[in-house]
């Protein structure tokens, strides 16, 4: 499947927007310079009490649509 990493840095306080439904989708810059569009509801899976920070994986199915968001690094 194919995949990219983005770099995140998300305070709780943003966070809490996305949760909220406020927004649907994220846009993110990966770490090769492209903007990434994923569902907003990714970010449950890997915020903290801090926020989302770090590099994280996405990857997409082969059609294209978000799978799965992972941590890389910090």
Known sequence: ???????LSLTSRECLAYYEGR????????????WVVFPAEALRRVVDQDGVH??????????GRFSRIDFVQG
């Open 23 to 34: 927004y649907r989708n994220v846009r993110a810059r990966s770490v090769d310079g492209r």
């Open 54 to 63: 770090g590099v994280f994986r996405l990857t997409f199915t082969g059609e």
């Open 1 to 7: 499947m194919p995949s990219i990493d983005v770099v």
